[in-house]
């Protein structure tokens, strides 16, 4: 094998390493104070939101699973997945008053619906985030057809 063979094969590998990443990560939107009000506002549908700092031991704890909800929610055009670095967008989670890291909150048509406190892996995650929106939905037809 020629030296530059031996040199693009690990290059090769590390792009697509950094391509599968990447396509992990799309399926959570980071959202800033310039994109929150209006993302969270959009007609029938859900937001659920990790809100969190960097240097927060309990925020790196969860290592991807915030991506993994992301992946397995994919293809819910329902619900959307949102992150928010409460470090560089402090007025957001000033806004929707965040006073402990992390915080997961759903919304649902601009409004906050609830505060999610119970386990953290996909499948709680999952199952919460599924049930509240259709609560939240079913709600929202009922004041629709009360107008």
Not at 64 to 92: F, P, Q
Not at 133 to 145: I, V
Request: hydrophobic fraction near 40%; charge should be negative; charged fraction near 30%.
């Amino acid at each position: 094998m020629t030296l530059g063979a031996r040199l693009v094969a690990p290059m090769i590998i590390l792009v697509l390493l950094f391509l599968s990443i990447e396509l992990i990560k799309a399926e959570v939107i980071t959202l800033t104070p310039e994109t929150f009000s209006d993302k969270v506002k959009e007609k029938d549908t859900a937001w659920f939101v990790k809100f969190c700092v960097p240097w927060c031991k309990h925020c790196k704890k969860l290592g991807n699973l915030w991506e993994e909800l992301g992946k397995a929610m994919e293809g819910d055009d329902e619900i959307e997945i949102g992150e928010v670095d409460c470090g560089t967008s402090r007025a957001v989670c000033t806004k929707v008053e965040i006073h402990s890291y992390p915080t997961f909150k759903l919304f649902y048509n601009g409004e906050e619906v609830s505060k999610y406190q119970g386990k953290r892996d996909v499948e709680s995650l999952k199952a919460f985030v599924v049930e509240e929106t259709e609560k939240a939905a079913e709600k929202a037809q009922l004041e629709d057809k009360e107008l």
